[in-house]
Every structure is written in C-alpha cells, then in structure tokens.
C-alpha cells in the first residue's frame, strides 16, 4: 500500500477554517477584501470555500446578525490527501520559527489542531499579490477516534510532533 492509500486510510477529513470577523467591519470589505479572501483559500485547498454568518448580533464584539464571520472548507479523498502531503512535506517547515507541533494540540479524539498566523506560507500565495494576511485553523480529523494511535500514526506519517516532556 503506498502513501496516499494510507493517508486515505486513516484520515476522515481535514477541515480549513478562516475567521474573517475583525476585516468584516471594513470599508469595502464585500466587493474588494471578501473576494481576494475566497480566492487565495481556493488557491490553497483547492475547493471553493463556504461562508459563515453570525446567528446574532453582538454590540460588544460589534457583530451584527447576518454578517460574514468566517470561512470553511471540508477537505475529503484525493483533495484531502494532496492537501495533507503539502501541509507536511512544503509548509510547516516554511513557518518562521517552526520546531515542531507540540503534543497538546492532539486532543482525545486523535484530532489534530494547526494555527497557521499567516497564509502567505502556502506556495500557492503570492505576497506581492496578497494585500493582507489570514491566520488558518487546520484540523485533521482521523476515522479511528484514538489518540496515542493518531499520534504514532502522525509520527509515520512525517508530521513534525514534538517529543513528550517527562518530568
């Protein structure tokens, strides 16, 4: 069985998500920010992204009801598996100051979470071109729900895991 089967094996699906609630208050926001945003996450994962709206308004947060807060997309299959090999192999060791995902952000469930700060790391982000900077919530989700198999499974895999810290 050779790589990609395996990644397609153990993983459901990998899940991208962008908050976009603090751009959402500025000028011009819907004609010129909202499409260069769908766009460059288009570029990256390679699906067309999904739109979240607030359910309510909040003055303190200065939410109102309706407005766009966030993108996702859900990632499966051959997507899921390309997108999976990139992340590993291109754009963790791209980040400023990587050394290594710490073993907190696998939680119980063997599900995998990845603060990106900036998109512009994925090679299919051109900063010249990108006037602004999106931070990306990444969460791989295996189909096993167990986590010292995911971490060992991650570990095989080549994702940059951290070693446990004995007291």
């Known amino acids: 069985m050779d790589r990609r089967d395996t990644i397609k094996n153990f993983l459901e699906k990998i899940v991208v998500n962008a908050g976009v609630g603090r751009l959402s208050g500025q000028p011009h926001f819907d004609d010129k920010l909202l499409p260069q945003i769908l766009k460059d996450l288009a570029a990256i994962t390679g699906q067309h992204p999904e739109t979240s709206t607030a359910r309510k308004s909040v003055a303190g947060f200065k939410v109102r009801e309706g407005q766009i807060v966030g993108l996702k997309v859900t990632l499966r299959r051959s997507k899921m598996v390309d997108f999976f090999e990139r992340l590993t192999r291109i754009v963790l060791p ?8 710490s073993l907190k952000n696998v939680d119980e469930a063997g599900i ?16 010249e071109h990108s006037p602004l900077s999106i931070s990306l ?18 570990r095989e895999m080549g994702v940059p895991l951290k070693k446990e810290n004995k007291k």
Do not use: C, M, T
């Open 112 to 127: 995998l979470n990845i603060g990106i700060k900036e998109h512009v790391v994925f090679s299919e982000i051109d900063p």
């Open 137 to 154: 919530g990444i969460n791989i989700v295996p189909k096993g729900r167990k986590q010292k198999k995911a971490i060992d499974w991650y």
């Open 94 to 101: 791209r980040v400023r100051d990587f050394s290594g995902l």
